[in-house]
């Protein structure tokens, strides 16, 4: 497959990369760091994308407004959050007062390697190939009850790798009040 093709271009004072893919209409978008880029069929011809871009220049600066005000609070929020080796720490611990309970499915029934990473989109992750148990820097902060179900979750993993209802029954035998927990998350 060929890769999508891409230019730079500018219009309405806006600069802008054109991708060009097999897309209904044209599809503008503003990232995470301010940058905008627009995505239409080979057949739309470039000054029509132009037109299109500068039309929504409005919505481009808001859109470029919100972007930068969330970069702002990702990074006082990052500011906050515990550093590596402590995050490490309060998370080894953790997992240490729960191990007890999940030795006897914890890959080798030793107690998992604990990895603290900026994960953004989850909480934590198990991995049973590795028999790692890795989690956000950001769990950290979140309310202990709430650290607490991520761990249980993680733990049950070893020996339900989906989120089947044996998955959460597992959790709920050790944490009758888990959906509350998971709440405080949200
Ligand atoms: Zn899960």
Redesign the pocket.
């Known amino acids: 497959m060929n890769a999508p093709k891409t230019e730079t271009r500018r219009a309405g004072g806006i600069d802008y990369t054109l991708t060009r893919r097999r897309v209904r209409n044209i599809n503008l978008r503003v990232r995470a760091d301010g940058s905008v880029a627009a995505s239409a069929a080979p057949r739309v011809p470039a000054a029509v994308v132009d037109a299109f871009v500068a039309s929504r220049a409005g919505w481009v600066e808001n859109a470029r407004a919100k972007a930068a005000a969330h970069a702002r609070w990702d990074a006082a929020a990052d500011a906050a959050l515990p550093d590596k080796k402590q995050a490490l720490a309060q998370m080894t611990a953790l997992c240490r007062a729960y191990y007890p309970q999940f030795a006897s499915i914890c890959p080798g029934g030793a107690f998992p390697r604990i990895a603290v990473r900026d994960m953004r989109t989850r909480w934590?992750?198990?991995s049973l190939k590795t028999g790692t148990l890795a989690f956000s820097r950001r769990l950290c902060v979140a309310p202990r009850a709430a650290q607490e179900y991520v761990v249980v979750?993680?733990f049950c993993?070893f020996a339900h790798p989906d989120?089947s209802p044996a998955?959460w029954a597992a959790v709920e035998a050790v944490l009758p009040d888990y959906r509350q927990r998971r709440k405080l998350l949200r």
């Open positions: 934590g992750s198990c979750h993680e993993h989120h998955f």
